[in-house]
């Protein structure tokens, strides 16, 4: 396939006009790729796409390896940023994989059903429950913030460690670090027998009882605390990626087919699937409307391939670390860049 070159306005270098996005250097059409992924998507699984298309297992692989980090730079890039979210859910995921099981853990802001992000991992730790915390602080707004989770005693601390900030006490040495005042985490532990719940209790961890429940009031309306919705999101991954499906074939050999995986279906679930609970009624007329939309990320439903084609720009540059003073080509560079 034959690139289309660009030239940049500021330095006048040439470049791919298909820099950035998935078919950077890609040689196969891409409405091809586009359909392939878009089957992926919907949990089809890759063995049924070698027998369609006849291509290699190995291509289909490399191009759901491409999708999953495309995909995760747009949401890097247009999702974690600080906004109200109200309230969000976590919940872990346990995954078969061919001679293994590791846990891939899921973040949901309730009231737009903005999927935050996740994480995949051989053991289901503090380290991969933090790293899920961390990337939920990235995008929430500093404000009041209800989490609810299960039982799993790893969010606590995690929680604590993600939603806290430096106190500026003006002397040299460790600087201290406060939790945030507003933020409320409520958990619910569910016991089981023999693979059926038998009790369920309800925790307000950090939080007053009164502000959790009007928290959760506000963002979801009658009820009691609960995580039915990260579960209704949990049921949505095991229908849309075929790894995830229980009693299936189509096992994964490794966690990074399953991250790859999870960043695709989850970005298409932001950014390509009306919700249909988020419907908005203007007279006759029904206005479908995605995650994306309600948390106010675009003003559109995307199509696969317009998430596929979204250029990432690249990182910022940054001049390069040595010792002594900079060349006069670096300070120029610093000076058009870095101001």
């Known amino acids: 396939m034959r690139q289309i070159a660009e030239r940049c306005r500021q330095c006048g270098t040439t470049f791919a006009a298909s820099a950035g996005t998935l078919f950077y250097r890609l040689h196969t059409p891409p409405p091809t790729v586009t359909l392939v992924l878009t089957l992926l998507a919907h949990g089809c699984p890759r063995q049924a796409i070698v027998a369609a298309f006849g291509f290699d297992e190995r291509t289909v692989s490399a191009w759901l390896s491409r999708a999953g980090r495309h995909c995760r730079s747009v949401h890097e890039h247009v999702v974690e940023h600080p906004r109200a979210l109200g309230q969000v859910q976590a919940d872990e995921l346990r995954v078969k994989l061919q001679g293994g099981v590791c846990w891939m853990a899921l973040a949901l802001a309730l009231p737009s059903r903005l999927w935050l992000g996740g994480e995949v991992r051989v053991e289901r730790d503090l380290g991969m429950i933090r790293q899920m915390m961390a990337r939920v602080r990235r995008c929430v707004a500093r404000g009041r913030i209800l989490l609810c989770t299960d039982g799993l005693r790893a969010y606590v601390r995690a929680t604590r460690e993600a939603f806290r900030d430096k106190l500026r006490t003006g002397k040299a ?58 579960e209704r999101l949990n049921g949505t991954f095991r229908e849309r990626l075929a790894a995830l499906a229980r009693r299936t074939r189509a096992l994964a050999r490794t966690t990074r087919t399953l991250e790859a995986g999870m960043w695709l279906v989850g970005t298409a679930y932001n950014f390509c699937r009306p919700h249909e609970s988020l419907r908005e009624v203007e007279g006759r007329a029904v206005r479908a409307r995605t995650p994306a939309m309600a948390a106010g990320v675009t003003r559109r439903v995307w199509s696969l391939e317009d998430l596929l084609t979204y250029r990432v720009p690249p990182p910022r540059w940054t001049p390069p670390l040595r010792r002594g003073p900079h060349s006069h080509k670096t300070l120029a560079l610093m000076k058009q860049w870095c101001c």
């Open 173 to 230: 040495g460790h600087q201290p670090r406060r939790i945030w005042p507003n933020l409320l985490l409520a958990q619910l532990v569910k016991r089981y027998d023999e693979r059926r719940i038998v009790s369920l209790e309800r925790r307000i961890v950090h939080g007053r009882a009164h502000e959790v429940e009007k928290a959760r009031a506000a963002s979801s309306g009658p009820g009691v605390i609960n995580t039915a919705y990260i």
